[in-house]
């Protein structure tokens, strides 16, 4: 089972919540608003994003942003999130990263390991088209 977790000694949210909070707010979007036979109603959200400071090679301390983490529990910058309203499938967008990225940051995630982390239907590419 996969959890947001902020660190070993700390409390573990288990990812079916997020998984309940968009089926929540598709829902209520449903209910709230009459779709024509023919719309496709997407909610996109745009996740946090890492902020240099001073251009230099040191971050300010990350932050996702607020209501993408309530619909995802994401915890990477630089990530977009769609559910479809008529639906409530879910797709998660990463960026891609250099090969070369795994030497500071350890192994990185591919999309399958995305996708059973945070317990979405699909995983994409920010820069596929």
């Not at 496709?40 to 996702?64: A, M």
């Not at 994409?124 to 088209?129: L, R």
Request: charged fraction near 20%.
């Amino acid at each position: 089972m996969a959890v947001f977790q902020m660190g070993s000694h700390t409390h573990a949210i288990p990812m079916s919540l997020y998984r309940d909070n968009r089926a929540k707010v598709v829902n209520e979007l449903q209910h709230a608003h009459t779709f024509g036979a023919d719309a496709k109603p997407v909610i996109l959200l745009q996740g946090g994003d890492n902020i240099s400071h001073y251009d230099t090679d040191v971050d300010y301390v990350f932050r996702q942003e607020s209501y993408f983490t309530y619909l995802f529990g994401v915890t990477e910058p630089g990530c977009y999130g769609t559910v479809e309203i008529k639906t409530g499938r879910s797709a998660l967008y990463v960026p891609r990263l250099p090969e070369e990225y795994a030497v500071w940051m350890g192994p990185l995630l591919g999309l399958e390991d995305f996708k059973q982390k945070y317990e979405v239907d699909e995983v994409h590419y920010v820069d596929e088209p």
